[in-house]
C-alpha cells in the first residue's frame, strides 16, 4: 500500500483565515480524495482530485470554500477558506489503491477553528 | 440509495473474549466491501476487503469478515481481542466513491 503523510498534523487557526493542508503520496497515484471527519463522525467526501483536471466536489462543498490542486502524480493540497468553528474537524486524504478499489488513507489533520 | 449501517455505536467487550462488529449495506450492484480501524488520533487503516469469490475474507491483525448478500450485512469478527485492539471500526461500501458507515467504537477491558 502506499505511505501516504499530511502536513500540517494538527492546527489551530482563527476564524476568517485559511489553512492549506498538503498530501504527500510515495507512489505515482491518478485518483486522490479529500475527506472531513467532523468530531464523532464519519467520513464525508469532500472532492475528488484526478491530476490534470479540476476537482469534482460532492454536493455540500464548493470550490470558493475548499480549493484543491493537484499539479502531479503524488501531491494534492486541500485548502480551508475563511474558515469558522463549524470547519473544525479531520481532514483527510486518501488515495485509490493499485487493485483501483480500495482506497489508503493519510493520518489526517486535525483543524480547531476558534 | 447507497448507505451502510453500523447499528452498534459502542461496544465493550473484555480482553480475550470475541468480538462481532455489524455491518449492513444498500447498494445497488454487487458491492466491494471493506473493514477500516482508526485508533485516537491516526488515520484509517485498512484491515480487510471484500471483492468477489469467497465470502469469508481474512485481514490483518487476527480479523475476518463474511460477506452475506441474501442479508446485505458484512459483519467483522475476531475471536480474541486484544487491548489494543481498542478503536473506532468503520465499514465503508462502494468502488470510486466510498460511503462509510457511523462507526463503532470499541472499548476493551482488562
Known amino acids: 500500500s502506499a505511505v501516504i503523510s499530511q502536513k500540517p498534523s494538527r492546527d489551530i487557526c482563527q476564524r476568517g483565515t485559511s489553512l492549506t493542508i498538503q498530501c504527500q503520496v510515495d507512489s505515482q497515484v491518478t485518483m486522490m480524495f479529500w475527506y472531513r471527519q467532523q468530531p464523532g463522525q464519519s467520513l464525508t467526501l469532500i472532492a475528488t482530485a484526478n491530476q490534470g483536471s479540476e476537482a469534482t466536489y460532492e454536493s455540500g462543498f464548493v470550490i470558493d470554500k475548499f480549493p484543491i490542486s493537484r499539479p502531479n502524480l503524488t501531491f494534492s493540497t486541500l485548502t480551508v477558506s475563511n474558515m469558522s468553528p463549524e470547519d473544525s474537524s479531520i481532514y483527510l486524504c486518501s488515495v485509490m489503491g493499485p487493485a483501483g478499489v480500495e482506497q489508503y488513507f493519510g493520518p489526517g489533520t486535525r483543524l480547531t477553528v476558534t | 440509495a447507497q448507505s451502510v449501517t453500523q447499528p452498534d455505536i459502542h461496544i465493550t467487550v473484555s480482553e480475550g473474549a470475541s468480538l462481532e462488529l455489524r455491518c449492513n449495506y444498500s447498494?445497488?450492484?454487487?458491492?466491494?466491501l471493506f473493514w477500516y480501524v482508526q485508533s485516537p488520533g491516526q488515520g484509517l487503516q485498512l484491515l480487510l476487503k471484500?471483492?468477489?469469490?469467497?465470502?469469508l475474507v481474512q485481514g490483518i491483525k487476527g480479523f475476518e469478515a463474511e460477506f452475506k448478500r441474501s442479508q446485505s450485512s458484512f459483519n467483522l469478527r475476531k475471536p480474541s481481542v486484544h487491548w489494543s485492539d481498542a478503536a473506532e471500526y468503520f465499514c465503508?461500501?462502494?468502488?470510486?466513491?466510498?460511503?462509510f458507515g457511523t462507526g463503532t467504537s470499541l472499548t476493551v477491558i482488562p
Open positions: 465503508a461500501v462502494g468502488d470510486n466513491q466510498f460511503y
Open positions: 471484500y471483492f468477489s469469490g469467497d465470502t
Open positions: 447498494y445497488g450492484a454487487t458491492p466491494y
